[in-house]
T-cell receptor, first 115, second 109 residues
Framework: GAGVSQTPSNKVTEKGKYVELRCDPI?????LYWYRQSLGQGPEFLIY????????DSGLPNDRFFAVRPEGSVSTLKIQRTERGDSAVYLC?????????????FGPGTRLTVT | GQNIDQPTEMTATEGAIVQINCTYQ??????LFWYQQHAGEAPTFLSY??LDGLEEKGRFSSFLSRSKGYSYLLLKELQMKDSASYLC??????????WGAGTKLIIKP
């Protein structure tokens, strides 16, 4: 079956612009996670959804970042007024459930560059 | 605060054995994961430990001691394709994964 997919794979934008990053999780997975990763670092948690609702958004750095998952499947991460510090690889992951041993399956990521 | 520590970089020889250590301090514990990440690629799942002891899976084994807040990943019969970063992550009381910065493993012929 298909894995987690993310679009676009690369996004270059100018400082101050708005961007949307899309994630298609594995079919049937109820939990969806957004992370960002800088070179030489582990993934940094942003937000996770259980179904349609954001179960934990404590990792969103500020109110310029917002994410939705309206039908409990596809999710979109939205960044307003982008800043150069937002440049990173944005990873999406999904798991069957959020609890315990269920592993997270990662998508290939979106490399965001803010110039 | 929550903290995961692992060495930044390790070097080993093809065919040898290497042990990558991870220590953690988290609010709650719902399991420890090891992931492999090749450069420019997404992390892929290697192992999961929730009880103390050793879990073996082919050439890879993972050990956990909850009382010591300690885990290690053991890689045997190293192959060149094992050159990658190895990430330790702990699921906390909110079922959120807390990640280490990763250990870059360099395999030399």
């Amino acid at each position: 079956g298909a894995g987690v997919s993310q679009t676009p794979s690369n996004k270059v934008t100018e400082k101050g612009k708005y961007v949307e990053l899309r994630c298609d999780p594995i079919s049937g997975h109820t939990a969806l996670y957004w992370y960002r990763q800088s070179l030489g670092q582990g993934p940094e948690f942003l937000i996770y959804f259980q179904g349609t609702g954001a179960a934990d958004d404590s990792g969103l750095p500020n109110d310029r970042f917002f994410a939705v998952r309206p039908e409990g499947s596809v999710s979109t991460l939205k960044i307003q007024r982008t800043e150069r510090g937002d440049s990173a690889v944005y990873l999406c992951a999904s798991s069957l459930y959020a609890s315990d041993s269920y592993e997270q399956y990662f998508g290939p990521g979106t490399r965001l560059t803010v110039t | 605060g929550q903290n995961i520590d692992q060495p930044t970089e390790m070097t080993a020889t093809e065919g040898a054995i290497v042990q990558i250590n991870c220590t953690y301090q988290t609010s709650g514990f719902n399991g420890l994961f090891w992931y492999q990440q090749h450069a420019g690629e997404a992390p892929t799942f290697l192992s999961y430990n929730v009880l103390d002891g050793l879990e073996e899976k082919g050439r890879f084994s993972s050990f956990l001691s909850r009382s010591k807040g300690y885990s290690y990943l053991l890689l045997k019969e190293l192959q060149m394709k094992d050159s990658a970063s190895y990430l330790c992550a702990v699921k906390d009381s909110n079922y959120q994964l807390i990640w280490g910065a990763g250990t870059k493993l360099i395999i030399k012929p």
